[in-house]
């Protein structure tokens, strides 16, 4: 660490309290700790920092842990990670809360935090580590213009309120909101992610809430054979490309697992989970997805997996659910799916609405 960085962390480490009180601002102090639900400050227990001791210490003043993640840290990472910044922006950001000058250039400061490279998994961990929950965001807004209103329960899906976006054209880097989907193997090991940036003013039929931005589509990290995740597979799961798709369809089979392989190239290498039997697949209207099908059905014949197609009626299942409305949708899949299937997860669903 160099000496600036050190000299940062010590005095912010001197105001451990204060530092808490204003970047983690929900939680409170309990004896020598602060503690909060997490580092994006809900409410709760799990993360604490420790507010007393000195740096000789083994009890640090500043040092923090999450006991339901295993993250830990230091002040600086606090600022970091609950604000979204770079390490570099977090830096500023600390000197500005301790009042502090800008300092001359030091030529080892950067050893701290080495980047990780870019579109590697290390750099999708580091992009997943620094979202939030989606709850109260703008991406529940896109979810919920989409029609998809169910969201309970998708930690799979997180946001970014400023997401990096680099043009193709190498134009400058520009920060939009983010849409942040966690890419997972089968032992739901955060392999990659996928951003969809979006228009911070909201839906429009055009974009359909989507930045106005060349590729407001973009994954980075280990993708092949992994996906986006919602529910942990049994015997029965469904799987298709898009993240709108999977969750349209998650609107009427709840119980169901879902796996959003991200493309039709994807979807047809899906790794299959050990415990499938049987593979419903939502199907895209259009030569890739055809072909993906296809690919997909061959490698589940040769895995003694049951696979069966689910269509929209429009070009995808998102397109039905606000074209078409919930209850069209709802028929239309009821009609797809195998008897036993629809007594174990379609009527069950029918019961809860």
């Given at each position: 660490m160099s000496t600036q960085i050190s000299d940062?962390?010590?005095?912010?480490?001197?105001?451990?309290?204060?530092?808490?009180?204003?970047?983690?601002?929900?939680?409170?102090?309990?004896?020598?700790?602060?503690?909060?639900?997490?580092?994006?400050?809900?409410p709760g227990r799990s993360l604490f920092v420790r507010l007393t001791g000195r740096q000789s210490d083994k009890g640090v003043a500043g040092k923090w842990t999450d006991a339901a993640t295993g993250q830990h840290g230091d002040l600086l990472d606090i600022i970091q990670?609950?604000?979204?910044?770079?390490?570099?922006?977090?830096?500023?950001e600390a000197r500005r809360f301790l009042n502090l000058p800008h300092p001359a250039p030091d030529p080892v400061s950067a050893v701290r935090r080495r980047p990780a490279a870019g579109g590697s998994p290390e750099a999708a961990r580091r992009l997943w580590a620094i979202s939030q929950g989606i709850a109260g965001t703008l991406a529940q807004s896109y979810l919920a213009d989409r029609g998809i209103t169910h969201v309970e329960g998708l930690n799979s899906?997180?946001?970014?309120?400023?997401?990096?976006?680099?043009?193709?054209?190498?134009?400058?880097?520009?920060?939009?909101?983010?849409?942040?989907?966690?890419?997972?193997?089968?032992?739901?090991?955060?392999?990659?992610?996928?951003?969809?940036?979006?228009?911070?003013?909201?839906?429009?039929?055009?974009t359909l809430g989507k930045a106005p931005i060349d590729t407001p589509r973009r994954a980075?990290?280990?993708?092949?054979?992994?996906?986006?995740?919602?529910?942990?597979?049994?015997?029965?799961?469904?799987?298709?490309?898009?993240?709108?798709?999977?969750?349209?369809?998650?609107?009427?089979l709840p119980a169901v697992?879902?796996?959003?392989?991200?493309?039709?190239?994807?979807?047809?290498?899906?790794?299959?989970?050990?415990?499938?039997?049987?593979?419903?697949?939502?199907?895209d209207d259009d030569p890739a997805g055809n072909a993906a099908y296809d690919t997909l059905r061959d490698r589940a014949y040769e895995a003694g997996i049951d696979l069966i197609p689910l269509s929209p009626g429009l070009g995808d299942?998102?397109?039905?659910?606000?074209?078409?409305?919930l209850d069209t949708v709802r028929a239309a899949v009821r009609i797809q799916l195998l008897p036993q299937d629809i007594a174990r997860f379609m009527l069950v669903a029918d019961r809860v609405r």
């Open positions: 940062l962390a010590r005095r912010l480490a001197d105001r451990a309290e204060m530092v808490c009180r204003h970047y983690l601002s929900n939680g409170r102090r309990s004896g020598n700790y602060w503690q909060v639900g997490d580092i994006n400050n809900t990670l609950s604000r979204g910044l770079v390490f570099s922006e977090a830096a500023e899906l997180r946001f970014h309120p400023r997401c990096y976006y680099r043009p193709h054209d190498h134009g400058p880097t520009e920060t939009w909101p983010g849409l942040i989907a966690g890419v997972t193997d089968l032992h739901h090991r955060i392999t990659g992610v996928h951003r969809t940036w979006l228009n911070p003013h909201g839906f429009d039929p055009v980075i990290g280990d993708l092949l054979g992994h996906a986006v995740r919602f529910g942990t597979v049994a015997d029965v799961a469904a799987a298709g490309e898009g993240i709108e798709t999977m969750l349209s369809l998650r609107m009427v697992p879902m796996l959003s392989a991200l493309s039709a190239a994807h979807l047809a290498a899906i790794l299959f989970p050990p415990t499938l039997r049987r593979l419903y697949v939502a199907r299942f998102n397109d039905d659910l606000r074209l078409l409305g």
